[in-house]
């Protein structure tokens, strides 16, 4: 069964804490990337990676920071330097010739109090 | 960069009727334009896809429409029926050093009434 997992669903974190979340695709997809999801916005970019071992900054990067020593995997970790942490965190996956049609994973909603 | 303005940001409906959303993008340089269905809680699913060379496109119900010159692109679906009800959300990619990023717009929560 193929497709795109995120885990937990739902994260609670104290402020201050860093949180990992996790994305891993059995699609052999060579492009990954996070996006950030707020209440009556559309869906921002925070990275993106095209292929193992390299990964660009998004428009709102800040306060992030990611790994892609997997083809599989492309876990995002939320810092305590990001302001607003809470939000809907939603990863996808595209393949190298056409990385426009991603595809997307159920989410994570995050949580920081 | 890229902006992209999507309306209405809601929409009711009575099932059997029409509905249309319309983008609007910033960037000329753009050449892909997907559309997206939410349902809540759960991540955006590919629903249909346009390309720059391509004024229309159709899938059952759906289709989408392109203006280039004008810089927007509508979603249309006929026969709206219950589980249509979804947040639907537009996007452009752009090619160059941008390929593989796409700008969102807003959302535009669709309700369809029984």
């Known amino acids: 069964d193929g497709g795109i997992t995120q885990s937990p669903k739902y994260l609670f974190r104290k402020e201050g804490q860093n949180v990992t979340l996790s994305c891993e695709q059995n699609?052999?997809?060579?492009?990954m990337y996070w996006y950030r999801q707020d209440p009556g916005q559309g869906l921002r970019l925070i990275y993106y990676s095209q292929i193992v071992n390299d990964f660009q900054k998004g428009d709102i990067a800040e306060g992030y920071s990611v790994s892609r020593e997997k083809k599989e995997s492309f876990p995002l970790t939320v810092t305590s330097a990001q302001k607003n942490p809470t939000a809907f965190y939603l990863c996808?996956?595209?393949?190298?010739?056409?990385?426009?049609?991603?595809?997307f994973g159920p989410g994570t909603r995050l949580t920081v109090t | 960069g890229e902006n992209v303005e999507q309306h209405p940001s809601t929409l009711s409906v009575q099932e059997g009727d029409s509905a249309v959303i319309k983008c609007t993008y910033s960037d000329s340089a753009s050449n892909y334009f997907p559309w997206y269905k939410q349902e809540l809680g759960k991540g955006p699913q590919l629903i249909i896809d346009i390309r720059s060379n391509v004024g229309e496109k159709k899938d059952q119900r759906i289709a989408v429409t392109l203006n280039k010159t004008a810089k927007h692109f509508s979603l249309h679906i006929t026969e709206t029926q219950p589980e249509d009800s979804a947040v639907y959300f537009c996007?452009?990619?752009?090619?160059?050093?941008?390929?593989?990023?796409?700008?969102f717009g807003q959302g535009t929560i669709l309700t369809v009434h029984p």
């Open positions: 996808a996956s595209s393949i190298a010739g056409d990385q426009y049609e991603q595809y």
């Open positions: 996007a452009a990619g752009a090619g160059g050093t941008s390929y593989g990023k796409l700008t």
């Open positions: 699609l052999n997809h060579d492009a």
